[in-house]
């Protein structure tokens, strides 16, 4: 798969995922608290990989990873950071769905396409104008999609706690950029998927105990929320930004507000408004405004 395809393809199936699963994560707040959602559904998208990547390696062992002590490094420190940011950025985000609505939670948890260009900048990475402008038309069509018409900010207690799950899930795209060129990208997911559930499951014992009844009675929640959202989702983020740029990733996964808009209106039968219809619109705008080659200056002496 060639990386222009990487790029532009894989984030928009891990869009189309994220984006109904929000639906799933509204259902499981009222039912389960979210550090054991969390590591109920992390445990599944960890095992999961790692039964892939077992076949993986037995199928072709060859072109499995080099075992380098360096890659182990980077693997089990990226692996690290990685599922730290992971675990604290999803469960503020799941603990705030409960109390906001998944509109609004779905509209600040996607402000990280403006922070991750932004936070880019502190890392040396050349941001082009396309995507500035992308970035732009993107935050206008998710207003659109989330508020209602007299475009009132109010914010929620919920609210409050989605707003730093955005610059959590900022820190996890740089993340993956800086420790995807260093070990396998597979592995990376694994890893972090397994650090994330332990940890929440550490702070669920803490703060929540553990209830079987309800994590029975989440099971459908969980089940999508671990092996689709996690397992596939977060995996294909993490190959598309192997070889990709993290700001026009990030915006390509921005669309998951749009996918959980048509979602409702197609599996739920909700009706959507014409700002609405726009709001999708400018953010299927944006995407192509990123994908605009950009223009070579001529050799000095030439028109």
């Known amino acids: 798969m060639s990386k222009k395809v990487k790029q532009l393809v894989l984030p928009l199936i891990t869009a189309v995922i994220w984006g109904t699963a929000f639906t799933a994560q509204k259902s499981g707040s009222g039912v389960i608290g979210a550090f054991t959602f969390n590591w109920t559904r992390y445990l599944l998208a960890a095992l999961a990989l790692a039964c892939f990547i077992a076949i993986r390696n ?18 089990l420190c990226g692996g690290f950071v990685m599922g730290t940011l992971l675990m604290i950025s999803s469960n503020l985000q799941q603990y705030g769905i409960g109390m906001t609505t998944a509109g609004k939670a779905g509209f600040i948890t ?21 995507v500035w402008i992308g970035v732009a038309v993107a935050v206008v069509g998710l207003y659109l999609l989330s508020f209602a018409s007299d475009g009132k900010p109010t914010f929620t207690t919920g609210d409050l706690y989605v707003l730093p799950c955005a610059l959590g899930f900022t820190f996890h795209i740089l993340a993956i950029d800086h ?34 009844q309800a994590i029975q009675d989440c099971a459908v929640p969980i089940l999508y929320a671990g092996l689709i959202s996690g397992g596939v989702g977060y995996t294909l983020q993490v190959v598309a930004q192997k070889d990709g740029d993290p700001a026009i990733v990030s915006l390509l996964v921005s ?42 200056r001529p050799p000095a002496g030439q028109r």
């Open 58 to 75: 037995k199928r072709a062992p060859k072109a499995a990873p080099q075992n380098k002590p360096a890659n182990r490094r980077a693997l």
């Open 110 to 130: 996607a402000l990280y396409i403006v922070l991750v260009p932004l936070f880019g900048l502190f890392l040396h990475k050349r941001v082009r104008l396309p």
């Open 179 to 212: 420790y995807t060129k260093r070990a396998d990208s597979v592995e990376l997911a694994c890893v972090q998927f397994a650090v994330a559930a332990l940890e929440s499951l550490i702070a669920g014992l803490i703060f929540e105990g553990v209830s079987w």
């Open 255 to 296: 669309l998951e507000a749009v996918f959980a808009v048509l979602s409702g209106a197609l599996i739920l039968g909700e009706r959507l408004m014409p700002r609405e219809y726009l709001g999708c619109l400018l953010m299927l705008l944006a995407v192509v405004l990123v994908q605009l080659p950009e223009r070579k």
